[in-house]
T-cell receptor, first 110, second 116 residues
């Protein structure tokens, strides 16, 4: 069955550094992959979408890569700020259903 | 534009009862999806409605059902509540015709359901 894996342990980094989060998947070739941010007690907020024929996508301080051979997406936040602290979820289109990973919590300390 | 709204925001029920949750999508959005979020399982897809028709359904028992009205508003119902149904229920809408063609999902704030 399809598995989507994100680091379950929180990622702690210092302000100003680059945060890198990983999303690995198995047994499927999704047409696209999305990244969302979720703050406690709130619904997820869409950040970026990358399609299978795209290697990299950027939006301000965010960068996403998509390696369909490795079945992996990397999500980077450059010059991280304490306000970037949140849980980040990746989501894949699997059989016409958006399937989410469990998310990785990012903690940026001043 | 107003965002996705969900009512109620918090709900406490007892085992065996039933519950109905409501979702109003962003104006113009025709697709509404429902998700259940728990600490252990994460965000799990329940079902998706488009133009009043259920297009996709997740792996949940028949106690979970939903519907969509002509104005795209959606409701989900859970009958015979169990303790394990305690969760944050999120609804998401998307534009223009499908939430599953790569378009972003706009999530509501969720309904926190506690089953005692």
């Amino acid at each position: 069955s399809q598995k989507i894996e994100q680091n379950s342990e929180a990622l702690n980094i210092q302000e100003g550094k680059t945060a890198t989060l990983t999303c690995n998947y198995t047994n499927y070739s999704p047409a696209y992959l999305q990244w969302y941010r979720q703050d406690p007690g709130r619904g997820p907020v869409f950040l970026l979408l990358i399609r299978e024929n795209e290697k990299e996508k950027r939006k301000e301080r965010l960068k996403v890569t998509f390696d369909t051979t490795l079945k992996q997406s990397l999500f980077h936040i450059t010059a991280s700020q304490p306000a970037d602290s949140a849980t980040y979820l990746c989501a894949l289109d699997i059989a016409s259903t958006l399937t989410f990973g469990k998310g990785t919590m990012l903690l940026v300390s001043p | 534009k107003a965002g996705v709204t969900q009512t109620p925001r918090y709900l406490i029920k007892t085992r065996g009862q039933q519950v109905t949750l409501s979702c109003s999508p962003i104006s113009g959005h025709r697709s509404v999806s429902w998700y259940q979020q728990t600490p252990g399982q994460g965000l799990q897809f329940l079902f998706e409605y488009f133009s009043e028709t259920q297009r996709n359904k997740g792996n949940f028992p028949g106690r979970f059902s939903g519907r969509q009205f002509s104005n795209s508003r959606s409701e989900m119902n859970v009958s015979t509540l169990e303790l394990g149904d305690s969760a944050l229920y999120l609804c998401a809408s998307s534009w223009p015709t499908s939430g599953l063609d790569g378009g972003e999902q706009f999530f509501g704030p969720g309904t926190r359901l506690t089953v005692l």
